[in-house]
């Protein structure tokens, strides 16, 4: 199994605010049901671009999403150790996931 970079395109070459704008408001949603600390998630910096060939917003939930699993697990390790680490998501591997490992059934 490998990953279908192929079907990674982002034909702007960089993300538009838009996509930025509902990243945001994904990964803020997802922190606040969580109970993810809302300064934590603030910090989170997304890198990389493109967008998976969807009409929906695919691409900005599941970087969202990942941004939000990576933003609780260094909120416990700044209840641990006592210092938040940075947290870097990578959108287009976040997509790449989503696009690999969600397929339809039937």
Do not use: C, H, Y
């Not at 969580?34 to 998630?41: D, F, K, V």
């Not at 989170?44 to 699993?69: E, K, Q, Y």
């Amino acid at each position: 199994m490998s990953l279908d970079s192929s079907k990674f395109s982002d034909p702007r070459g960089l993300n538009s605010s838009e996509d930025e704008t509902r990243t945001q408001r994904f990964l803020t949603t997802i922190s606040r049901d969580l109970g993810i600390s809302s300064e934590i998630a603030a910090n989170v910096r997304i890198s990389d671009t493109g967008n998976l060939p969807s009409v929906f917003a695919v691409s900005d939930f599941a970087t969202a999403a990942v941004a939000a699993a990576a933003a609780a697990i260094a909120e416990f390790v700044a209840a641990r150790f006592g210092s938040t680490p940075q947290v870097v998501v990578s959108r287009r591997l976040s997509s790449l996931w989503f696009g690999w490992s969600v397929r339809p059934d039937g």
